[in-house]
């Protein structure tokens, strides 16, 4: 993006450049700069809320694009409910078309962001996802919703997409939407380094509390 910038105001200290061209310029800062806002805004986003460093160590460069059947979008830590979000969403990100990733949906607040003795508690994992179409990745863990324990305040529900290297072997064991178990304690950081994924290159998280809806997902899980 720097080197961008660089170029651009370079070309623009050149003279009699020709109309066409100085829109070109314009149109290249606009980007640069355009891109630079967004990342910035991200980032901010990510340490105001400390998802940075509570799960990750670098805030991604990009958005993952997350919507829920009920209507509702994540939007760098907005509050949703459980209600909203007991579905499975549909994500994107600017993926390559040709290169393989892993998704992640975490909470670090379990069960609380005061008390997170069970940090990280994973909601879901997908991996060897090819671009973005998670239909067609290997499902680790089953998409679970949010399920804060009454009196918890609000719990940080962060998804992270990484790049692979290429096609990975995963020995994670497969876990259902049907039972809570070895879902705590996880860590998307050590998860990474396992892999050799990197830093992610996209992310976004929203906020809950506990409703009415939550016992029921409970039940489902076994609990």
């Known amino acids: 993006m720097a080197l961008l ?5 370079n070309c623009c200290r050149l003279t009699a450049r020709p109309k066409h061209l100085n829109h070109l310029i314009v149109s290249q800062l606009n980007t640069a700069f355009s891109a630079r ?3 910035s805004t991200k980032s901010a986003a990510m340490l105001e809320h400390e998802v940075v460093p509570d799960v990750i160590a670098v805030a991604p460069s990009d958005k993952i694009e997350v919507s829920y059947p009920s209507g509702v979008v994540v939007n760098m830590g907005n509050e949703l409910t459980p209600t909203q979000v007991k579905d499975e969403p549909s994500v994107s990100w600017p993926a390559d078309p040709n290169a393989l990733y892993t998704l992640c949906m975490t909470d670090p ?6 008390e997170h003795t069970y940090r990280e508690w994973h909601h879901w994992l997908v991996g060897n996802i090819p671009g973005s179409d998670i239909t067609k990745g290997e499902t680790l863990s089953e998409y679970v919703g949010s399920g804060p ?5 609000l719990h940080r529900y962060v998804f992270l997409a990484y ?3 290429s096609k990975l072997n995963f020995d994670e064991p497969r876990l259902t939407n049907r039972s809570a178990e070895k879902r705590e304690k996880f860590s998307i950081a050590k998860f990474a380094l396992k ?3 990197g830093n992610p290159v996209a992310g976004n998280f929203y906020q809950a509390q506990y409703d009415d809806y939550v016992p029921i997902l409970y039940k489902q899980l076994g609990a």
């Open 5 to 9: 910038i660089k170029s651009a105001i």
């Open 37 to 39: 806002s967004s990342y």
């Open 109 to 114: 607040d379990a069960p609380s962001r005061k």
């Open 149 to 153: 324990p009454p009196e918890t305040g």
């Open 163 to 165: 790049k692979q290297p």
């Open 195 to 197: 892999y050799n994924l």
